[in-house]
């Protein structure tokens, strides 16, 4: 019963230093997401993947890159951590699209840049 | 503009009703939702209706949808404490693209 599991959950980075925000999902889902939390803003979408093979950039997606690994995984990579990255990442899944049929989201994962 | 507007927060007390407003912008949008997020936790869907419809009703919850004015409204009935935590409002335009407005976190006193 884990549904949508995000690893690690916390992460202190310094400033240059890369990482990469795991995701997995074991719902057999084809489309999946990351997106980004900060204060006092709605989640904004980072790149999505529409399904497996496929990647697409969405609304803040400068300093980040990402993997399809498989139809289970999605990866977020960012490559010279900055201080703006400072944020609470989600990642999600859902059947095809966000359409009526319910998005699953991880417990997100709390990254501070210094 | 691209913005979900929600207000901030919302203070009711345990038994009362609450109600969580939001503004959209794309007339265009085909389902609008409810999302609520728990301390610590990820998002769950609460609830969402479709476009074409005014009110949706989900046991204590009530959806009601002005297309005109692009004003949803979510009302808890007999709000408890464990309805307390961050309630997003969100709109699917096209493709995948669901944008969310910044949540409003809900306070309930015993």
């Known amino acids: 019963n884990a549904g949508v599991t995000q690893t690690p959950k916390f992460q202190v980075l310094k400033t240059g230093q890369s990482m990469t925000l795991q995701c997995a999902q074991d719902?057999?889902?084809?489309?999946m997401y990351w997106y980004r939390q900060d204060p006092g803003m709605g989640l904004r979408l980072i790149y999505y993947?529409?399904?497996?093979?496929?990647?697409d950039k969405g609304e803040v997606p400068n300093g980040y890159n990402v993997s399809r690994l498989n139809k289970r995984e999605f990866s977020l990579r960012l490559e010279s951590a900055a201080p703006s990255q400072t944020s609470v990442y989600f990642c999600?899944?859902?059947?095809?699209?966000?359409?009526?049929?319910?998005?699953?989201f991880g417990q997100g994962t709390r990254l501070t840049v210094v | 503009g691209e913005d979900v507007e929600q207000s901030l927060f919302l203070s009711v007390r345990e038994g009362d009703s609450s109600v969580i407003n939001c503004t959209y912008t794309?007339?265009?949008?085909?389902?609008l939702y409810w999302y609520k997020q728990e301390p610590g936790a990820g998002l769950q869907l609460l609830t969402y209706?479709?476009?074409?419809?005014d009110m949706k009703q989900d046991q204590r919850l009530t959806v009601l949808l002005n297309k005109k004015d692009k004003h949803l409204s979510l009302r808890i009935a007999d709000t408890q404490t464990g309805d307390s935590a961050i309630y997003f409002c969100?709109?699917?335009?096209?493709?995948?693209?669901?944008?969310f407005g910044a949540g409003t976190r809900l306070f309930v006193k015993a």
């Open positions: 999600a899944s859902s059947e095809y699209g966000m359409t009526k049929t319910e998005a699953f």
């Open positions: 719902m057999n889902h084809n489309s």
């Open positions: 993947s529409a399904s497996e093979g496929t990647t």
């Open positions: 794309d007339s265009s949008s085909t389902y």
């Open positions: 209706i479709f476009s074409n419809m």
């Open positions: 969100a709109e699917k335009r096209g493709g995948f693209k669901t944008i």
